[in-house]
């Protein structure tokens, strides 16, 4: 094998970012990922900038690595057609709510009677048990429901706020690539798949909690929750002479190396906030301003110099434009630039890990709505006339 998924075949019927993005990665480890999309496509197509209808840039940043089929699952021989995928499929993703796949015929038990080893992995908002079961979900909406807007709120005292990046659509997506991958382990050890619910709410739940439950973590609470130092208004890129820098003076060592190398080894000594990590906490409000305001003193290049000689962690502030032009990334190769059959010369992220022997990276372009629809129905057994048959009734499209 040249990639660590190699021979496994993953039925992609999910669209917008999460789990597209969980398959993306998929297909980058070398698992052959079929997309199936519905006669509109995956409506992330249409989120410009696009050079051409249905290949907007968001869906070629989370779709390369794919095949792509049409199928309409609302004829009976779309349905018929997706169970011929499914019989020698290793997983299924879908981000629909369980109740809409109920409603296409595709529930777990339809899906296992098929093949009852397949890993039938569910992405979407809540846990089926809880009153919130029937509820869509979107990243902006469960970024609320955890409270993230809040806690920022709570940090600056200005109006909630949503991140500006799609940490639950990028978190959860992630954290379902571990699940898949832990269920494929153990189905190749017993032959057994199973079903794998993965609801937003409660993953994001416990990936804000576990930083800010705190004191509520006993019972009786021993503290208030949330975690002081992320709270504080002065956790934030610092303003320099110049510019910004982003540092990060934590740890004990930290903190005696940054005085050592102002020359103040004494005022650390003495003063009963910098004891330990617990009186900095404690403290933190306070401890922050001043390096606040010590930082704006000299210029970001200075500081990263001065930070660098100390071995504590800083790093420049970045734009988005002058992320693109990174040293390190440009030194790794993070970016590379292939030539899309349809979309031209495109900017493309590498796969951010390095393998010593079976090294993921993308594998095919972004596809074409039905680009491969016509290659994969020959695979699962139909004639090409049968196929020139589905497609004038709408049941697939083929590309040109």
């Known amino acids: 094998m040249t990639k660590p998924l190699e021979g496994v075949k993953v039925i992609d019927l999910s669209n917008m970012l999460m789990a597209p993005y969980t398959t993306q990665i998929l297909g980058d480890m070398g698992a052959d990922v079929i997309k199936v999309e519905a006669p509109g496509g995956d409506p992330v197509r249409a989120i410009g900038p696009l050079r051409n209808p249905g290949m907007g840039a968001i869906y070629l940043n989370c779709n390369r690595s794919k095949r792509s089929i049409m199928l309409d699952l609302k004829q009976p021989e779309g349905h018929d057609a997706l169970l011929k995928l499914l019989k020698d499929a290793d997983v299924l993703v879908y981000n629909r709510r369980p109740q809409v796949m109920d409603r296409l015929g ?6 296992k009677s098929v093949n009852p080893r397949i890993i039938y992995a569910g992405l979407y908002g809540f846990g089926q048990k809880g009153p919130y079961a029937h509820k869509p979900a979107f990243d902006d909406l469960i970024q609320g429901a955890v409270a ?19 940490i639950v659509d990028r ?22 798949g199973q079903k794998i619910d993965m609801p937003m709410f409660e993953m994001m739940a416990s990936f804000v909690l576990a930083d800010h439950l705190q004191g509520h973590t006993y019972e009786p609470p021993e503290g208030e929750l949330g975690y002081k130092r992320m709270l504080n208004p002065d956790r934030r890129p610092y303003e320099t002479r110049d510019n910004y820098i982003c540092v990060m003076v934590y740890t004990d060592r930290h903190w005696q190396s940054f005085y050592s190398a102002l020359g103040r080894v004494q005022e650390l000594e003495t003063d009963p906030r910098f004891k330990n990590m617990t009186t900095r906490t404690e403290n933190i409000a306070s401890i922050y301003k001043e390096l606040a305001e010590l930082l704006k003193t000299r210029t970001t290049a200075e500081w990263l110099e001065f930070f660098d000689k100390a071995d504590i962690p800083a790093m420049p502030l970045h734009s988005p434009d ?10 790794v190769g993070f970016f590379s630039y292939p030539d899309h059959p349809s979309e031209g010369r495109i900017r493309q992220m590498a796969v951010p890990a390095t393998w010593s022997e079976t090294q993921p990276a993308p594998v095919t372009h972004a596809p074409g709505l039905g680009e491969h629809s016509a290659e994969i129905l020959r695979e699962i057994g139909y004639s090409d006339d049968k196929i020139s048959e589905l497609a004038a009734q709408g049941v697939t499209a083929l590309q040109n």
Do not use: F
């Open 148 to 166: 993230v807007p809040w806690l920022s709120h709570m940090a600056d005292g200005k109006a909630p706020s949503y991140a500006p990046t799609a």
């Open 171 to 192: 978190g959860v997506g992630l954290w379902a690539v571990g699940q898949i991958t832990a269920a494929l382990y153990y189905q190749s050890r017993t032959g057994v």
């Open 106 to 111: 595709l529930s777990y038990d339809v899906v």
């Open 322 to 331: 002058t992320l693109l032009t990174d040293p390190h990334l440009e030194a």
